[in-house]
């Protein structure tokens, strides 16, 4: 049956009607995407994400579903954690960590050249802030340090998790390098190559981007991988990670990518629909699952998030079928061969009993979130990425 399958989804991936990359390192996407776009200017190349979902890009704070988020005048905001606490600059043109009514802490803020600029807020309360060649952390009791490099001038921190780890690099961006919570600095080795240390999670594994090579992982007690166990040369670039297990990035100039836990993972070919939307960068992603970058919209370059609409959230939906028979109308959250042969030899003879249903998807999607009694070429592609994903519910 699987090799059936395979020959006519070949088929109809050769016939225009399903566009689907297979092989290594990319697979189908088992998650679906809703994209949503955000109207400031498209120059931002340091995004903050929260775990709420706010993005911060250029100074300007987006909510998603709600709008703009107008900051405290004289204020502009570089970093929001979910609880509402901001870092950023002052009218004075001090650093300052501070809730929307109230300036917690205020200090000289670091970089004055900020050729290259970053902070990040965590929902505990540790807040970093990265200039040009120096980077502070200031702890949820409202105490900042500078990050040391022994022997060098400074380092950039890119990120900092909840107890106050954080990792960057030195030495002109090629070499990686994490800080420990009392502030003991480590390079981190990159086997024959060099690297940036992009993100980290709570329980301080690095997310590395590493020269010519594909994206990698380190934590002090655990060493060096390579995310996909090969290791083979792809020139990907990562970025960005969540404390599930998932790494964001993209490959060449614009083939932006998710790590779904067993492979790469194409962004473009998850979109639930498209809608005019082509994902070129993946800069950011939370817990939720949220993304956020640059986006190509009717030709246009725009800032955008991405929300999950399900992950495996697909099933066979029949209409008109007997009752209690096969593909009733009642999804059983699996995905199978069959639901799949279903489909296509439906798509193919024109029989309309079948349609694609996923679950989590907008309220009143009448393609993706209730049946509408259509067979079409995307809900094949859609099963075909499910079933070769191995999603089961």
Same mark, same amino acid.
């Given at each position: 049956?699987?090799?059936?399958?395979?020959?006519?989804?070949?088929?109809?991936?050769?016939?225009?009607?399903?566009?689907?990359?297979?092989?290594?390192?990319?697979?189908?996407?088992?998650?679906?995407?809703?994209?949503?776009?955000?109207?400031?200017?498209?120059?931002?190349?340091?995004?903050?994400?929260?775990?709420?979902?706010?993005?911060?890009?250029?100074?300007?704070?987006?909510?998603?579903?709600?709008?703009?988020?107008?900051?405290?005048?004289?204020?502009?905001?570089?970093?929001?954690?979910?609880?509402?606490?901001?870092?950023?600059?002052?009218?004075?043109?001090?650093?300052?960590?501070?809730?929307?009514?109230?300036?917690?802490?205020?200090?000289?803020?670091?970089?004055?050249?900020?050729?290259?600029?970053?902070?990040?807020?965590?929902?505990?309360?540790?807040?970093?802030?990265?200039?040009?060649?120096?980077?502070?952390?200031?702890?949820?009791?409202?105490?900042?340090?500078?990050?040391?490099?022994?022997?060098?001038?400074?380092?950039?921190?890119?990120?900092?998790?909840?107890?106050?780890?954080?990792?960057?690099?030195?030495?002109?961006?090629?070499?990686?390098?994490?800080?420990?919570?009392?502030?003991?600095?480590?390079?981190?080795?990159?086997?024959?190559?060099?690297?940036?240390?992009?993100?980290?999670?709570?329980?301080?594994?690095?997310?590395?981007?590493?020269?010519?090579?594909?994206?990698?992982?380190?934590?002090?007690?655990?060493?060096?991988?390579?995310?996909?166990?090969?290791?083979?040369?792809?020139?990907?670039?990562?970025?960005?990670?969540?404390?599930?297990?998932?790494?964001?990035?993209?490959?060449?100039?614009?083939?932006?990518?998710?790590?779904?836990?067993?492979?790469?993972?194409?962004?473009?070919?998850?979109?639930?629909?498209?809608?005019?939307?082509?994902?070129?960068?993946?800069?950011?992603?939370?817990?939720?699952?949220?993304?956020?970058?640059?986006?190509?919209?009717?030709?246009?370059?725009?800032?955008?998030?991405?929300?999950?609409?399900?992950?495996?959230?697909?099933?066979?939906?029949?209409?008109?079928?007997?009752?209690?028979?096969?593909?009733? +109308?009642? !999804? @059983? /959250?699996?995905?199978? #061969?069959? $639901?799949?042969?279903?489909?296509?030899?439906? =798509? %193919?003879? *024109?029989? &309309?009993?079948?349609?694609?249903?996923?679950?989590?998807?907008?309220?009143?999607?009448?393609?993706? +979130?209730? !049946? @509408? /009694?259509?067979?079409? #070429?995307? $809900?094949?592609?859609?099963?075909?990425?499910? =079933? %070769?994903? *191995?999603? &089961?519910?």
């Amino acid at each position: 049956m699987k090799n059936e399958l395979a020959k006519a989804g070949a088929a109809l991936i050769a016939a225009g009607a399903v566009s689907l990359v297979q092989g290594q390192p990319f697979g189908a996407c088992p998650i679906g995407y809703v994209v949503e776009g955000i109207p400031f200017p498209h120059t931002a190349l340091y995004f903050n994400i929260a775990e709420n979902g706010i993005v911060i890009a250029d100074n300007r704070m987006w909510e998603p579903g709600v709008g703009e988020i107008i900051p405290p005048e004289g204020f502009r905001p570089y970093a929001v954690n979910s609880n509402g606490l901001m870092a950023g600059s002052g009218a004075d043109g001090r650093f300052e960590v501070r809730t929307h009514d109230t300036v917690l802490a205020s200090f000289d803020e670091p970089g004055a050249a900020n050729i290259r600029f970053r902070a990040k807020a965590t929902d505990n309360g540790w807040v970093l802030i990265s200039g040009s060649m120096e980077s502070f952390v200031v702890s949820p009791d409202l105490v900042m340090r500078r990050l040391e490099v022994p022997d060098r001038l400074g380092g950039f921190a890119n990120s900092i998790n909840s107890h106050g780890q954080a990792c960057g690099w030195f030495g002109g961006g090629t070499n990686a390098a994490f800080w420990d919570s009392d502030g003991t600095f480590y390079e981190i080795p990159i086997p024959d190559t060099d690297g940036e240390a992009m993100d980290i999670d709570d329980s301080g594994l690095v997310l590395l981007n590493v020269r010519a090579l594909a994206p990698a992982l380190w934590s002090l007690d655990g060493g060096f991988r390579h995310i996909e166990p090969s290791g083979e040369e792809y020139n990907f670039h990562g970025w960005s990670m969540n404390q599930l297990g998932n790494y964001v990035g993209w490959a060449g100039p614009i083939v932006p990518w998710v790590w779904t836990g067993s492979h790469y993972s194409l962004m473009n070919q998850s979109l639930v629909d498209s809608d005019g939307w082509h994902i070129q960068t993946t800069y950011g992603i939370n817990d939720a699952g949220q993304i956020c970058g640059h986006a190509n919209y009717n030709g246009e370059l725009w800032l955008y998030i991405a929300h999950p609409v399900g992950l495996c959230g697909a099933d066979i939906t029949t209409t008109g079928a007997p009752i209690g028979g096969l593909g009733s +109308g009642v !999804p @059983d /959250g699996e995905i199978t #061969a069959t $639901d799949l042969s279903f489909f296509v030899n439906g =798509w %193919i003879v *024109g029989d &309309s009993v079948g349609d694609v249903t996923t679950r989590n998807a907008p309220e009143g999607d009448p393609m993706y +979130g209730e !049946p @509408d /009694g259509i067979v079409t #070429a995307a $809900d094949i592609q859609y099963y075909v990425n499910m =079933w %070769i994903s *191995g999603c &089961s519910g």
